[in-house]
């Protein structure tokens, strides 16, 4: 089986920083793209951040030069580096991949469990 694990959360004042961290682990044959979503309270998940097959990036306009995604393949780990946070960043972010895996060869997608992120003065 495949497993996404986060960590990184926690509470952080406006205009603070926080490092989200996802490890992915299992019988895994290759990762794809990775991706960072969040869920505000109340509202629907949205896609913050991807990193793309070829490692090119994309953001939601929304933390575009705020926030920036990277992954470490020798690790099978995806990164979220979270600055000048604003208020309405608060939400339960969750990690999410294209993983490959080894039994039977396929591709599937795969979520973490989320960890909180609360922006708070």
């Known amino acids: 089986q495949v497993q996404l694990v986060e960590s990184g959360g926690g509470l952080v004042q406006p205009g603070g920083s926080l490092r989200l961290s996802c490890a992915v682990s299992?019988?895994?044959?290759?990762?794809?793209?990775m991706y960072w979503y969040r869920q505000p309270p109340g509202k629907q998940r949205e896609l913050v951040a991807a990193?793309?097959?070829?490692?090119?990036?994309n953001y939601a306009d929304s933390v575009k030069g705020r926030f920036t995604i990277s992954r470490d393949n020798a690790k099978n780990t995806v990164y979220l580096q979270m600055n000048s946070l604003k208020l309405e960043d608060t939400a339960v972010y969750y990690c999410?991949?294209?993983?490959?895996?080894?039994?039977?060869?396929?591709?599937?997608?795969?979520w973490g469990q989320g960890t909180q992120v609360t922006v708070s003065s």
């Open positions: 299992g019988s895994i044959f290759s990762i794809y793209s």
């Open positions: 990193i793309i097959s070829g490692g090119s990036t």
């Open positions: 999410n991949a294209d993983v490959a895996v080894t039994t039977p060869l396929s591709v599937h997608r795969y």
